[in-house]
């Protein structure tokens, strides 16, 4: 059987993080400048093979402070590592209803850690161009210290400015090419 590839198609697809600021309520976070290839036997993406990138001075939170604080050495350091990275090492069906767990290697700072993500097929569809289209809802959280992105700062009431636990929440549509 022939392979299938897939690449992305970034008008419709979104990497987003969520992290608790204040240990209360939830600053949002994507990066724009992403890549994601696929391949796989057929169509019901039983057995895919996923690579995935983004640029770390892509991040965008809505607020260029912010936003230039996590491309700094406390974080991403941009400059020094350009990329996040990920690569599927399994991809295990869960259930009847397009559940799966996504497992890989993911590699923030040049340090590269195993994850698990849940994965939702939403399906195929044909858009009014003909392309083949796969969409899945992918999900999961990572501790960022993990990967070395140790920077806080302590709250006089307790507790820490920033959280860490990151919530990963993706939307992603692949098209056939």
Same mark, same amino acid.
């Given at each position: 059987?022939?392979?299938?590839?897939?690449?992305?198609?970034?008008?419709?697809?979104?990497?987003?993080?969520?992290?608790?600021?204040?240990?209360?309520?939830?600053?949002?976070?994507?990066?724009?400048?992403?890549?994601?290839?696929?391949?796989?036997? =057929?169509?019901?993406?039983?057995?895919?093979?996923?690579?995935?990138?983004?640029?770390?001075?892509?991040? *965008?939170?809505?607020?260029?402070?912010?936003?230039?604080?996590?491309?700094?050495?406390?974080?991403? *350091?941009?400059?020094?590592?350009?990329?996040?990275?990920?690569?599927?090492?399994?991809?295990?069906?869960?259930? =009847? =209803?397009?559940?799966?767990?996504?497992?890989?290697?993911?590699?923030?700072?040049?340090?590269?850690?195993?994850?698990?993500?849940?994965?939702?097929?939403?399906?195929?569809?044909?858009?009014?161009?003909?392309?083949?289209?796969?969409?899945?809802?992918?999900?999961?959280?990572?501790?960022?210290?993990?990967?070395?992105?140790?920077?806080?700062?302590?709250?006089?009431?307790?507790?820490?400015?920033?959280? =860490?636990?990151?919530?990963?929440?993706?939307?992603?549509?692949?098209?056939?090419?």
């Amino acid at each position: 059987m022939a392979t299938i590839n897939w690449v992305v198609d970034p008008t419709h697809s979104e990497i987003g993080f969520k992290v608790k600021h204040l240990m209360f309520t939830n600053v949002s976070g994507k990066f724009k400048n992403f890549s994601i290839t696929a391949q796989s036997a =057929d169509e019901a993406f039983d057995t895919p093979q996923i690579s995935f990138t983004a640029e770390t001075g892509s991040v *965008d939170t809505g607020n260029e402070q912010r936003d230039g604080h996590l491309k700094s050495p406390d974080f991403f *350091d941009a400059e020094k590592f350009p990329e996040i990275s990920f690569t599927s090492t399994a991809y295990n069906k869960l259930d =009847d =209803d397009g559940n799966y767990e996504l497992t890989g290697n993911l590699t923030i700072m040049g340090t590269t850690k195993p994850v698990k993500l849940a994965v939702e097929f939403g399906g195929l569809a044909k858009d009014p161009w003909g392309n083949v289209k796969a969409g899945f809802t992918i999900t999961g959280k990572i501790n960022r210290k993990d990967w070395g992105l140790n920077w806080n700062a302590a709250l006089e009431t307790g507790g820490v400015l920033v959280s =860490d636990d990151v919530r990963i929440n993706a939307e992603v549509q692949l098209v056939k090419s």
